[in-house]
């Protein structure tokens, strides 16, 4: 593939003037930004466009259909649920996504609410507001409890890797079962409910897919000991949301730290808002100081490998959509 090749460029996500100015150094792009309400009146100047970079909720085959010579399409986010994976399949666009960029963050995440359960800084907070002084109140260490990562990719990776300092016992979850580093064992899908009544820990790393959707349902929670904790920083949707909220009322497992949900913004209604056992935070595990630059970044890597015929990072396999 000829790199001297300019490609025309079209993002409908806003960027940074510093931003873009780092695309056009570093790519062989005409680059122009179009807002998504105005490329129907600009169709005929932009549908020319062979690289896009946009979100997937952005996307439909009515909307991809204005470019018919796309060939490239980044995601600026690391979840592409929303994307017409059949759609783009057929017209075979490339399509790579910002995954990677959050991983710390989000593994930091995650200790802390390992910690903020076995440390009991919950109900410390709580004793804190009442002015109470809790005798003999008991923590726990991490050491030797059972944490299973559900998702053993980037994020589950890093998870386990700190995880592992704290000399936990880490079971991974993926689809094609390979030995990693950090991890203790590794699992499928297909094995998952063998596992979760010894789990101390479940934690959602997940990607949303027709796989896993509803992946943790009443039959699942109800496989978990009293004394596990759930944790959620996947998608909503991997979680049969009622059903947690049963199980959490009705205290058949310890608690749970929850970032994302069925439906965002949380409802004011919802019962998990009163839940003593329950961490709400507002789907920000991931959502770090310039991730926009980041993700520029990552489109300047992995559109120059495709540009040059190389194997791309962060591509998307349309086949598993993630």
Known sequence: MNSQRIWKCISIEPLKSEWVDNITTHCNVAFSYVPRAEIEVHREEFEGAEVLLCRDRDLSPDFLDMFPQLEFLFIVSAGV????FDYLKKRKIVVVNSGGISDRAMSDYVMGALLLFSCKFGECFEYKRIHYWKPYLMTESLADKRLLIVGAGKIGKEIARKAKVFDMQIIGVKQSPEKLSGFDKIITLNELDE???DADYIVCTIPLTPLTYKLFDMQRFQKMKETAVFINISRGNIVEQKDLETVLKEKRIKGAVLDVFETEPLSPDSSLWDLENVVLTPHSS??????????VECFIADFNRYAKGETMQNRVDLEKRY
């Open 195 to 197: 596992e979760l009544p």
């Open 81 to 84: 649920e929303k994307l017409p």
């Open 286 to 295: 991931g959502r770090i100081e310039e991730y926009i630059k980041y993700a």
